[in-house]
């Protein structure tokens, strides 16, 4: 079992700057792949950034350049590094991990004005 929670999120002014964090616990020590989505009203939800199996990173080609994920593993934490942000990013954002299933954290507001 593995528990995700988010925060971190917030109402921030195009061009701004927000860093979340995804806090993981339970069997977290073995998760590969892990990383963060999102879901805007109306629209389903994508894949922005994640840790891959191999060690390696996905970005969703709207956040390349934009968005750092990164992790520190002594805290079982995953941050996203969210730079010049845009109206369009507003959503809620979701952790999720896979270790034998999807899990999934409650999620985070992020609204940004322009």
């Known amino acids: 079992q593995v528990q995700l929670v988010e925060s971190g999120g917030g109402f921030v002014q195009a061009g701004g700057s927000l860093r979340p964090p995804c806090v993981a616990s339970?069997?977290?020590?073995?998760?590969?792949?892990i990383g963060w989505y999102r879901q805007a009203p109306g629209k389903q939800r994508e894949l922005v950034a994640r840790?891959?199996?191999?060690?390696?990173?996905n970005y969703a080609d709207s956040v390349k350049g934009r968005f750092t994920i990164s992790r520190d593993n002594a805290k079982n934490t995953v941050y996203l590094q969210m730079d010049s942000l845009k109206p369009e990013d507003t959503a809620v954002y979701f952790c999720n991990a896979i270790l034998g299933r999807n899990y999934w954290g409650q999620g985070t507001q992020v609204t940004v004005s322009s």
């Open positions: 339970g069997s977290s020590f073995r998760i590969n792949v």
């Open positions: 840790f891959t199996s191999g060690g390696g990173t």
